[in-house]
């Protein structure tokens, strides 16, 4: 049964749903920061994934960084499967700029986390929906 | 055509190739620290590989992993693709330990690289054999 770990709760805002992950967005305003979630229970590394769905998350990741690029204009995608402290299995999907504050070292443990404003979550929200049609059913 | 960033030749050992991938040690013994270089030309992300690619990518990425948690009784594999230092893509695959000297912060910009004696090399290598064996055609 799958549950969403209480950190990664706390932590982020649930935008919606691939086929097989959640969709978050970190809750911190200084990157692009987003999570993807395979909806399995009780699984902490890619590998335990079954095949099928390793390969599912391969589409889900790229469609995603893919999105990403082209809709933020990105220098580059950092995607990260970390996990040492939160083991349940998300992958990391950050969007970088060269004159992002922290370029180019990567973001974890950096910065403070800046939560969105209402306004900044309405935009971001409004910013994906056309870049993920027809790919993440979203609940925002 | 495909020829590794020299940046890469210099951080790290080859140690053979998957079908896809060249399989590289990074040439720091503070972890044991696996780099995998798709080898297709002028790629920086995975979503720009062809989709044959990235499963092949996965299927390699996670037969590593998954060796690696097992040979080296890892308490978790970090994956990651950044690449804002050195834009040809490649993949992290580190091994980590509640106990190593960084945990459980990522290893990036962390510590000062610690090159193999040539005997801890040689050991690496001899702990990899079995492991990859039949599904990396080693060099060394």
Redesign the interface.
């Known amino acids: 049964m799958f549950r969403l770990h209480p950190q990664l709760e706390k932590d982020t805002i649930k935008l919606g749903c691939f086929d097989l992950c959640q969709m978050l967005l970190m809750n911190d305003a200084n990157y692009p920061w987003f999570v993807l979630v395979p909806q399995r229970g009780d699984i ?4 335990q994934l079954e ?1 099928q769905d ?2 599912k ?3 889900e ?3 995603l ?2 999105a990403l ?1 082209r809709g933020f204009k990105a220098d ?10 939160v ?1 349940q299995l998300h992958i990391h999907h950050v969007v ?1 700029y060269r004159n992002d504050p922290v ?4 973001v ?2 950096r910065l403070p986390a800046m939560p969105y404003t209402d306004d900044a979550l309405t935009d971001m929200v409004e910013t994906l929906k056309p870049l993920l049609d027809g790919q993440v059913r979203f609940t925002r």
Request: no cysteine.
């Open positions: 902490s590394e890619i590998y095949e390793q390969h998350l391969m589409r990741s790229s469609h960084a893919s690029a580059k995608i950092n995607i990260a499967a970390l996990g040492n402290v083991p970088r370029w180019p070292s990567p974890w443990g």
